[in-house]
């Protein structure tokens, strides 16, 4: 038997590996752990994947059977359920997605009162729940179900946070949502700011066929070309917008229509937050985005702290220590002034206000390099991996020169210079990764090939 149903971001399958028997029995379990009394309330959304009304069928029967009442907003972006379920204080929010993944998934993803995804603990009140003989409330005491579509709320909240931004800089903004959650929502908001939107792939696909859901260069050809060929038609005032499946990413395209690096985006952000706070602050990002981060940030006046993979460990630990901005180099941006959940569409108007001031992006990026980094992989029995992290640690731990070691997600060294490596076991594979990133590739290779002996002399030893 499973005893274990949330991974990083909820709980994410084949939508053949999520019957509804299965996510009725989640859908009690919710309600068990998290609604606490008769007036406990859930928000239910969903993105525009075809499996999304049975599964929402099959979870609202679960919570009402609970004792929960179940709020449906309909197709919403998640940061939309998000931010409803902080503000119109329900017990939790539930968001029926799998985010980037292909048509063939779905998932669920349960945020807490707070609006934020939940903490390791509440996951395992849940799981505990589940793996238990759960038992339905009497009928008297079933929950209320409500149809209440939309996001009013979040749109507000939108168009307060653009509205700074100088609608008459961009020629164009060109957003292409993918089919996805954020169709509607980044098309009135946008249009009612009066940004010159262009809007592309528009319209819910629940097969995401104009383009896949995850917002990286190969799915991004048509966006890239419209960005190129209206750059040169009109002037470098055009910019290019795209975001994932649920709408908690946005990516940028820049006035020459390339792709910007994300890490390179987010440092290059992140730099013009902390000047925007007088020049100090704390950033948050996570332990695998480049060190490009500290040089621009630190560069600034401004402080960066690293936490695990994950926008709800990046969220805990900007609320935590009051941060001023926290993001993954994926394109998930936390934008802690106006809620605590990736959001892509306010992603956007934050990166179009910044450019407004301070572009065009071309510019800034061609400013700034970004340092080389290498992957690797070791093959590594599971059963071997807890050991073989412990004896690593013990080798690492003597070596000189070493300014940092965090190991809050497997071990990540840090150097004198900020160059690094990070080695981690994989959650899902018989392996352990390492990653590398230095001010120059020659260093690059050399700290690589030696963490990986390092790692197979380990091996070796302990089998």
Not at 238 to 247: E, K, P, Q, R
Not at 423 to 442: D, L, W
Request: net charge neutral.
């Amino acid at each position: 038997m499973l005893m274990k149903l949330f991974s990083t971001s909820g709980i994410r399958r084949k939508v053949a590996d999520l019957p509804p028997e299965f996510v009725v029995k989640v859908g009690l379990a919710i309600s068990e752990s998290l609604c606490n009394d008769k007036n406990s309330k859930v928000l239910l959304g969903r993105d525009a994947r075809l499996s999304g009304p049975q599964l929402e069928h099959a979870i609202s029967a679960g919570l009402l059977a609970g004792g929960c009442s179940v709020e449906h907003l309909g197709i919403v972006p998640t940061p939309a359920l998000a931010y409803h379920t902080y503000k119109l204080k329900a017990n939790a929010g539930v968001m029926l997605t799998a985010s980037h993944n292909p048509p063939e998934y779905n998932g669920i993803k349960v945020f807490d009162k707070t609006g934020m995804g939940l903490s390791p603990e509440d996951e395992m009140k849940i799981e505990k729940a589940y793996f238990t003989e759960l038992k339905a409330v009497s009928w008297e005491k079933i929950g209320n179900d409500h149809q209440n579509y939309g996001a009013e709320l979040y749109h507000k909240m939108l168009l307060d946070a653009g509205g700074a931004i100088d609608d008459k800089y961009f020629d164009a903004v060109i957003a292409d949502p993918g089919g996805g959650a954020g169709c509607q929502v980044i098309n009135e908001t946008y249009n009612e700011l009066g940004l010159n939107l262009v809007m592309i792939n528009a319209l819910f696909d629940p097969f995401f066929s104009a383009r896949l859901s995850e917002p990286v260069p190969k799915n991004l050809t048509e966006l890239i070309s419209l960005v190129q060929k209206r750059a040169k038609s009109k002037s470098e005032r055009v910019i290019g917008l795209a975001y994932d499946g649920d709408a908690d990413r946005c990516v940028a395209i820049d006035e020459k229509g390339r792709y910007v690096p994300q890490d390179v985006l987010i440092a290059l952000y992140s730099q013009y937050v902390v000047e925007q706070n007088n020049n100090k602050g704390l950033i948050i990002t996570h332990i695998d985005a480049s060190m490009l981060i500290e040089r621009l940030v630190g560069k600034a006046g401004g402080i960066v702290k690293r936490t695990k993979v994950g926008d709800v460990a990046i969220g805990n630990m900007v609320a935590k220590e009051k941060a001023l901005f926290g993001g993954e180099p994926c394109g998930a941006w936390i934008h802690p002034k106006q809620h605590l959940c990736p959001d892509g569409p306010l992603t956007g108007l934050k990166i179009l206000a910044w450019i407004a001031e301070r572009g065009p992006l071309y510019k800034l990026v061609d400013e700034v390099h970004d340092f080389p980094v290498q992957r690797t992989i070791i093959a590594c029995d599971n059963e071997l991996k807890n050991e073989v992290m412990q004896k690593i640690d013990e080798t690492i731990s003597t070596k000189n020169k070493i300014k940092e070691i965090l190991k809050i997600d497997g071990l990540r060294i840090t150097f004198e210079d900020d160059s690094w490596v990070l080695i981690r076991p994989s959650g899902t594979e018989p392996i352990i990764r390492i990653t590398s990133q230095a001010t120059t590739k020659e260093d690059v290779e050399s700290q690589l090939e030696y963490y990986s002996q390092v790692i197979k002399k380990v091996i070796k030893q302990l089998k």
